[in-house]
């Protein structure tokens, strides 16, 4: 497959060369930058990510269950002390600007934790298939994910099939949902993920995947950065916002993408990007 950059963007534009991450992103959906932070920064990622998780739990709503043990929940930027170390990395920026073009938007923060006893998850992708991508073979949107943990085989890895981000299929339930008589074709593509602390994966949400059965005694939490492309909707399932004094503190780079309200106080997020058919794992 030949892929050239988004319209109008000239690689030698761009901060860092990631040709070889558009091409991975187009035929497989999801590339990675090996060490592009500290473990150190990673653990504090983590800390935050734990805090967040506590008090999301001791409130109604405040986590969506992803299956039995397996959480999602999101958080505003200025509960993540690396917010702007994340948005502005030049790899983020020069991926996010390749594939979605330089108006790209920061629609998403949260994460995923799969606890001990998380089972795996049916197959799926995030949402449907927009019709730019079914006609075009133009991805709208992208996902980049942060571990908290260096991942091993027992604590219920990431797992990808590569390739089928394409795949458009009118039975699909709901657009997201293969069929279970077509799973083996999944399992046969899978590929499992242990990224390790300090590395960033990009991906389409398109592509179909599920998490794994955790069979550790440790969580997997694993930050979420959804951005959108001009067109892409996917806001409207987020209500993330920051305060002023945050907002003001942000790099004029980084304001220009970030697609929230600026608010006098920070209300604590209900969660609505529920996926209703993951609540029961691969039953």
């Not at 073009?101 to 197959?123: K, S, T």
Request: overall charge negative; some cysteine.
């Amino acid at each position: 497959m030949t892929v050239s950059v988004y319209p109008g963007v000239r690689t030698a534009d761009l901060d860092v060369d990631v040709t070889q991450d558009l091409t991975k992103l187009y035929t497989d959906g999801i590339t990675a930058r090996k060490g592009a932070f500290t473990a150190e920064w990673a653990d504090r990622m983590r800390e935050d990510i734990e805090a967040a998780f506590e008090e999301a739990r001791s409130r109604p709503d405040g986590a969506v269950g992803r299956g039995p043990n397996r959480w999602y929940v999101e958080i505003h930027p200025e509960q993540l002390r690396g917010f702007v170390d994340l948005v502005d990395h030049p790899w983020v920026r020069s991926v996010a600007t390749a594939v979605l073009g330089p108006d790209y938007r920061i629609v998403e923060l949260g994460f995923d934790v799969p606890l001990e006893g998380a089972v795996n998850q049916p197959w799926h992708r995030d949402f449907p298939i927009p019709e730019e991508t079914r006609t075009e073979r133009r991805l709208t949107s992208l996902a980049f994910n942060v571990t908290g943990v260096d991942t091993t085989e027992d604590m219920g890895p990431f797992e990808i099939a590569p390739g089928t981000q394409w795949d458009d299929e009118p039975d699909f339930a709901h657009g997201m949902f293969p069929p279970r008589e077509r799973y083996g074709r999944y399992e046969e593509l899978a590929v499992r993920k242990y990224p390790r602390r300090g590395d960033i994966s990009a991906r389409t949400a398109l592509t179909v995947h599920r998490g794994t059965k955790n069979e550790s005694s440790k969580a997997r939490p694993v930050l979420v950065l959804g951005l959108d492309g001009p067109g892409a909707n996917n806001a409207d399932r987020h209500d993330t916002a920051v305060t002023r004094p945050f907002w003001e503190s942000l790099p004029e780079r980084v304001r220009r993408h970030l697609d929230c309200p600026v608010v006098e106080e920070l209300t604590p997020l209900t969660q609505k990007h529920t996926i209703e058919g993951l609540v029961m794992g691969d039953a």
